[in-house]
C-alpha cells in the first residue's frame, strides 16, 4: 500500500459500468514523511475520504475488487484508510532526532454509513376487509 | 489509474484472436496538470467512446482485460472513462520544478 494525499477529484460521466456511483480521487504519492514522492494516481474511494487528507492507498487489483465487493471491475485502485500519523525512524530521516508526524486531519469515519430509512413504515390496511380501527 | 489524452488510433487487421472488434488507442499519459509525462501507449477503448483529443483516464496491467467484454484478452492497458473534469485544491498551481 502506498501513502497519498488527496489533491483533487475527477469527474466523469461516461466510463466502464464497474464505475458508475464511485467517486474518483487524484490523489499525490507521498514518502512517510509526508512530502510529495512524485507522481500520482486516480484511485475509487471506499472510506469517504475529503481534499487535502492523507490517505492509504491500495494499488492491487485482486485486493481492490474485494475491498469494493466487486468481482470482475476493472478496478485496482482504492482509498483504503485515512491515515492520522506516521511515525517511526522513515519518518525522520531528514532532520535525526526531530520526531514528526504527517499533519492530516484526525477522523474516524465508518465506511458507508447507512442513513435510516426517512419514511416509517407504512401501516397496510387489510385488504377487502374492515381495518381494527373500525371496529374500535 | 491515470489521466491520458488520446492522440491517435491504431489500426490493425491481423490481430490475435482474442483482440478482434477492440478499439485500439494511442494515449499520453499526463500529470495532474495534464501535461505530458513519459512515454506514449497503445490502450484498448473500454468504453467505446473515447477518440483522438479526449481526455481519459486509463487503467494498467491485468484490470485492463477485466474492462473488456471478454476479460481474457492480452490488453495490458485499457481506458475506463472520459473525463469530465479534474479539479485540484485551490493553490495547487503547476510549477517548474515539480517532480
Known amino acids: ?136 | 489509474m491515470q489521466l491520458a489524452r488520446v492522440i491517435g488510433t491504431v489500426v490493425a487487421t491481423v490481430k490475435t484472436p482474442g483482440l478482434q472488434g477492440v478499439k485500439l488507442l494511442v494515449i499520453q499519459p499526463l500529470d495532474r496538470h495534464q501535461r505530458p509525462v513519459g512515454g506514449q501507449l497503445v490502450a484498448a477503448d473500454a468504453v467505446h467512446m473515447a477518440g483522438p483529443g479526449e481526455l481519459v483516464y486509463f487503467v494498467a496491467a491485468r484490470e485492463a482485460a477485466q474492462a473488456m467484454p471478454d476479460p481474457f484478452v492480452p490488453v495490458d492497458h485499457a481506458i475506463v472513462g472520459i473525463v469530465d473534469a479534474v479539479s485540484l485544491l485551490p493553490g495547487d498551481e503547476p510549477v517548474r520544478d515539480e517532480p
Do not use: W
Open chain 1, 1 to 136: 500500500m502506498k501513502l497519498g494525499r488527496v489533491a483533487g477529484t475527477v469527474v466523469s460521466t461516461i466510463n466502464a459500468p464497474a464505475f458508475d456511483g464511485r467517486t474518483l480521487l487524484l490523489c499525490d504519492l507521498l514518502d512517510p514523511a509526508g512530502k510529495r514522492a512524485g507522481g500520482y494516481l486516480i484511485a475509487v474511494d471506499s472510506v469517504g475520504a475529503g481534499a487535502g487528507e492523507t490517505v492509504l492507498i491500495l494499488d492491487e487489483g485482486t485486493s481492490a475488487r474485494q475491498v469494493l465487493g466487486a468481482p470482475g471491475a476493472p478496478i485496482r485502485t482504492v482509498i483504503v484508510g485515512i491515515v492520522d500519523a506516521v511515525t517511526g525512524d522513515a519518518v525522520t530521516t531528514e532532520k535525526p532526532g526531530t520526531p514528526r508526524a504527517i499533519t492530516g486531519t484526525a477522523t474516524t469515519k465508518e465506511p458507508h454509513p447507512k442513513e435510516p430509512h426517512p419514511k416509517e413504515p407504512r401501516r397496510r390496511r387489510h385488504g377487502g376487509t374492515r381495518s381494527d380501527a373500525d371496529h374500535g
